[in-house]
């Protein structure tokens, strides 16, 4: 098909990836805040000034209309709950609640309701619904809208959770997270969205997997295990580590829910040695997560206990010189796994 | 202006024709830290002045004001040093809330400024529990929050009014409404085009002002203080207003709204309006103004400097306020 390279910036493809979706499948809605923008005003000439705060959406209401792609008033609990209904109703929502942190205002939908309607009902009702939060901080933003929190929606038996790291990754699940048949949430860096990945990305509706992970990277000296933006840190801290003779393996997490212990288990059993980098907070982290799982299913493999490089146990600084400390940095990664291989 | 002015005394007057010049000038001063990338970006507050000048005159220290995400200005009209809060803009140690918290968080407690948040609708509920605690300790302190119209579509604020109705709490729920939340109109968002009336489904009073006209906003306020303070309960004050700005940093607020209704609003420009109405009262001459105008732009330089030359925290202090004792 398409030889040619074709990059796109991690907002263009995930912006391909719903537009596909919203073209095959008429029950496909978006729903947000500002998702287009102008509400209303389109007589006046005024459409989609935002198309979503990160423009993931931008262009969509011009081809698909106001009955698919609403701008909500800012209702989380609302919105959101709306979109589980719509879903349980036949719809195929896309609902987009922008920062991470604001599952503080909607967070009765999504645990109570989206994660357990299929289980209490005894499976007798689907919900094919896709939640899409923004993630990272990104330059000083403050403790409310730089979170990334993976680990309380993990939490949650009915959630699955996908975290794309590169734009193919961020078209390929984001379709997948839309075809789901299950609650689906997709974690978005905005730590991501100003790279330049000079990535091909294919036009055709690529699916990834949802529940698999990718080797970025082989190697046979260590495992490095990266979630979204902390696989660029891993990539970064391997090619550190070459330049000192190692050999690390890079695992992109891509699905935290469920997780691909097969391939992270051979990984780490054909390695020895592990470090895990996570931007969350630490305690009950999906970093202590895989930690668990390379200890209770690989340990006679391992060299050296597994390390997590994470955030630290605090809310996340507005100063830059503060904020910047806060996030696992690649100059830490690799110490780390200096540490642990010797 | 207004009706009933001749009651309003004149140190009240100025007080707050030099607050709301000093809003006006640190929101330049901020805006220009934003546009030239020192800062990420702000919330801008000019145009909307008024509202927080008009209902803080009736404050005290010890009344409590809660804001949001755009709320320099509801933290100048309480009081808040503004050396500290352009440190804080600056991320620096002497801050407001030591570099930790930014734009969107500035917390002043000693001047009862209990703190600008980031989520939208979080601080309603928090205000109304400042009101209960004044209430259960027999004191006579109000709790005023400040929200937006994009705000009023929250489930907290219809959760609060309904517990500060059924419990008489000291609290004045005062929405902002420049008319936008983002980009989308309110028009379009809040359904039955008013938030005040949504006062009458919770019992309690529910007025709209003229938000541009700081003489009203303090006659309004000043009922809904009094109200408050005497045991009678909570009032919804709904402050028509303006952003003359985008949203935040950089966004062009062209892409949804015309230049003759941004020229409609800054027509009515608060500052020019009180202008006017000081010298036409013969409370003030225009050279007098003028003057404040200047000390206005000098304190904002001064607080400028200040940041600037104030130190960044220590990397310690990454880990320290988590908590107060831990384990
Ligand atoms: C719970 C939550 N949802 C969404 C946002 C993103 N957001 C920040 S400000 C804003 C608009 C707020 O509008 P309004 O309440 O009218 O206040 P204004 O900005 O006009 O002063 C939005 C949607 C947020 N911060 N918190
Ligand atoms: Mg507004």
Redesign the interface.
């Known amino acids: 098909m398409n030889k040619e390279h074709r990059p796109l910036t991690f907002v263009q493809a995930i912006n391909e990836g719903i537009r596909s979706r919203m073209r095959e499948d008429d029950s496909t809605i978006v729903m947000g ?2 998702v287009a ?5 389109a007589e ?1 000439g ?1 459409i989609d ?2 198309g979503g705060t990160f423009a993931m959406t931008k262009g969509l209401i011009q081809e698909f209309g106001t009955s698919r792609v609403l ?8 919105f959101v709950g709306a979109g589980v209904g719509a879903a349980a109703a036949g719809l195929r929502p896309l609902v987009d609640m922008m920062f991470v ?2 599952i ?2 909607c967070g009765d939908q999504i645990f109570n309701n989206m994660a357990k309607m299929h289980y209490m009902f005894g499976g007798k009702v689907k919900l094919p619904i896709t939640i899409q939060a923004q993630t990272a901080a990104s ?7 730089s979170e990334t929190l993976y680990s309380i929606f993990a939490h949650f038996p009915g959630l699955k959770c996908v975290v794309p790291s590169d734009p193919y990754s961020a078209k390929g699940l984001q379709i997948a997270a839309m075809k789901d048949d299950d609650p689906v949430v997709v974690f978005q860096s905005t730590r991501l969205m100003g790279v330049n990945f000079n990535q091909h990305v294919p036009e055709d509706a690529y699916e990834l997997p949802i529940g698999k992970s990718r080797i970025v990277k082989t190697g046979n000296d260590i495992t490095l295990i990266g979630i979204g933006t902390t696989t660029r840190t891993c990539i970064q801290a391997a090619e550190n580590l070459a330049k000192q003779g190692y050999d690390a393996e890079v695992v992109d997490l891509l699905s935290i829910s469920p997780l691909d212990e097969e391939t992270i288990l051979s990984s780490i059993s054909k390695t020895r040695k592990v470090v895990i980098v996570d931007e969350d907070y630490p305690k009950c982290s999906v970093a202590s997560e895989l930690s668990a799982l390379a200890a209770e299913k690989a340990f006679d493999f391992l060299d050296a206990p597994p390390k997590r490089v994470t955030a ?4 996340i ?6 904020e910047q ?2 996030f696992p940095s690649v100059d830490n990664v690799t110490y780390a796994c200096l540490e642990v291989m010797n | 202006m207004a009706k009933s002015q001749s009651s309003i005394p004149k140190e009240k007057l100025m007080w707050m024709f030099e607050t709301l010049v000093l809003i006006r000038r640190f929101e330049e001063q901020a805006k220009r830290e934003a546009d030239q990338g020192r800062i990420l970006g702000t919330h801008s507050a000019i145009g909307e002045e008024a509202t927080p000048t008009g209902i803080c005159a009736h404050l005290r220290d010890d009344d409590y004001v809660l804001g949001n995400h755009r709320s320099h200005h509801h933290c100048i009209a309480k009081g808040v040093d503004i050396n500290e809060m352009m440190a804080e803009l600056l991320g620096k140690a002497t801050g407001t809330n030591k570099g930790k918290g930014g734009t969107m968080h500035i917390a002043d407690a000693t001047k009862g400024m209990l703190g600008a948040n980031g989520v939208v609708g979080s601080n309603i509920p928090v205000a109304t529990g400042c009101a209960l605690s004044a209430k259960v300790q027999n004191k006579d302190n109000v709790s005023v929050v400040f929200f937006g119209d994009g705000a009023s579509s929250q489930g907290s604020l219809h959760e609060s009014m309904n517990l500060a109705a059924i419990w008489d709490l000291p609290v004045l729920f005062v929405c902002e409404n420049n008319r936008y939340a983002e980009s989308t109109p309110f028009e379009y968002a809040v359904a039955g085009q008013s938030v005040a009336n949504r006062a009458a489904g919770y019992g309690m009073p529910g007025v709209t002002v003229d938000g541009q006209n700081v003489i009203e906003v303090y006659e309004v306020a000043g009922e809904a203080v009094e109200r408050a303070r005497k045991g009678d309960g909570p009032t919804l004050i709904e402050a028509m207003t303006y952003r003359y700005h985008g949203h935040f940093g950089a966004d062009n607020p062209m892409g949804y709204r015309t230049p003759e209704e941004q020229k409609y609003y800054e027509d009515k420009d608060c500052i020019i309006a009180m202008e006017k109405f000081l010298i036409e009262n013969g409370t003030a001459t225009q050279e007098q103004l003028k003057a404040i105008d200047d000390d206005a732009k000098a304190r904002v330089e001064k607080a400028t400097q200040f940041a600037i030359d104030s130190a960044y925290p220590d990397p310690s202090e990454l880990l320290s306020d988590v908590y107060i004792k831990y384990p």
């Open positions: 805040i500002d923008g102008a509400a209303g005003k006046e005024f000034h935002f701008d909500t008033p800012i209702s989380e609990t609302g942190g604001f503080g205002v330059g000083g933003n403050a403790a409310q809208h630290p146990h605090a809310s600084p507005y100063t830059s010189v503060l400390l806060h």
